[in-house]
């Protein structure tokens, strides 16, 4: 089993920033690959990024491509997801979620976190 904890989200004005992270406790995480999907009302669940165990490949949405940067720090059993530019349409909420395998859709991984909230008010 991988626990899955994020933190950061909130309130921001269109063109801000924020860094979410996710803590992982349980198995290693070093073995995991790691993705971050968000969720806004109306709509389904969409991927936003994602990065390999060893952190050198990663896989970005058309729509959050050249603002969002996903990375990851083994050593503090933690992912981060930078989000710069951003804009009213971001506003959901963020998911990360772990799997053994690197993948783009919801039903590829089988871990998840409970989410935080970003708002982004224009």
């Known amino acids: 089993q991988v626990q899955l904890d994020e933190s950061g989200g909130g309130l921001v004005q269109a063109g801000g920033s924020l860094r979410l992270s996710c803590v992982a406790s349980g198995r290693t995480f070093s073995r995991y690959a790691m993705g971050w999907f968000r969720h806004a009302p109306g709509k389904e669940r969409e991927f936003v990024a994602a990065l390999s165990w060893s952190g050198y490949s990663t896989y970005y949405a058309d729509s959050v491509k050249g603002r969002f940067t996903i990375s990851r720090d083994n050593a503090k059993n933690t992912v981060y997801l930078q989000m710069n530019s951003l804009k009213p349409e971001d506003t959901a909420v963020y998911y990360c979620?772990?799997?053994?395998?690197?993948?783009?859709?919801?039903?590829?991984?089988?871990?998840w976190g409970q989410g935080t909230q970003v708002t982004v008010s224009s």
């Open positions: 979620a772990a799997d053994s395998r690197l993948g783009r859709s919801v039903n590829e991984y089988t871990y």
